[in-house]
């Protein structure tokens, strides 16, 4: 079983809809969860940062995560074609390094 | 800058060649990480430095890689003896250091060994 794990898609949404896209990790004593975007060819941008049970919201942007599940969610308000990117989450225990899923690929449709 | 710089961003050499890798972190992070993104690959963790503590060199692939960091900033990472298999993408980030600090990353540096 993968540390971390997303489906790779694609994922398409019709511009202004709500894109959801999921992340299941299995080391339960993982601390701290990330959401990176990557454009083709760039390096990943942070977006969101989640380390307690629950939403947080900034912007278009909402972080869920249910520890208990071992899951960690990223939804995506009023989507823009400029959403299209390759989507990362990551999961960190302590100081340690990041373990990343393989990405799930968006495509936001005009 | 504000951000993660890293040097060269794109180095092509010969299978054999050695290599040098150049990461600056961003002003008042102690902690640096480097990363390797394969084509089809995941982003895989490679070494972390954390202020003057011995570095975490549990994802370094093989003994051809090392690293270092001079004075608690720059680092850079050395491939020895290049094989085709270590055409990738090389990720630097950093972080204040504190237990789940965001991570920021650099550019990168896209290696191809021919």
């Known amino acids: 079983q993968k540390e971390v794990e997303q489906n790779s898609g694609p994922l398409s949404v019709p511009e202004g809809a709500i894109a959801s896209l999921n992340c299941t990790y299995s080391?339960?004593?993982?601390?701290?969860f990330f959401w990176y975007r990557q454009y083709s060819g760039k390096s990943p941008e942070l977006i969101m940062s989640i380390y307690s049970n629950g939403d947080k919201e900034d912007g278009r942007f909402t972080a869920q995560l249910n520890k208990a599940s071992q899951y960690v969610s990223l939804l995506i308000r009023d989507s823009q074609p400029s959403d299209s990117a390759t989507y990362l989450c990551?999961?960190?225990?302590?100081?340690?390094?990041?373990?990343f899923g393989t990405g799930t690929r968006l495509l936001v449709s005009p | 800058g504000a951000g993660v710089s890293q040097s060269p961003s794109n180095k092509v050499t010969e299978k054999g060649k050695d290599v040098e890798l150049r990461c600056d972190p961003i002003s008042g992070h102690t902690a640096l990480y480097w990363y390797r993104q394969s084509l089809g690959q995941g982003l895989e963790f490679l070494i972390y430095f954390q202020g003057n503590s011995a570095p975490d060199k549990s994802g370094l692939p093989s003994d051809r890689f090392s690293a270092e960091r001079t004075g608690g900033s720059v680092s850079t990472l050395t491939i020895q003896r290049t094989q085709q298999e270590d055409s990738a993408v090389y990720l630097c980030?950093?972080?204040?250091?504190?237990?789940?600090?965001?991570?920021?990353f650099g550019p990168g540096t896209r290696l191809t060994v021919l």
């Open positions: 080391d339960r004593v993982s601390q701290s």
């Open positions: 980030a950093s972080s204040f250091g504190g237990p789940g600090d965001e991570q920021f």
């Open positions: 990551a999961v960190a225990t302590g100081f340690q390094k990041l373990v």
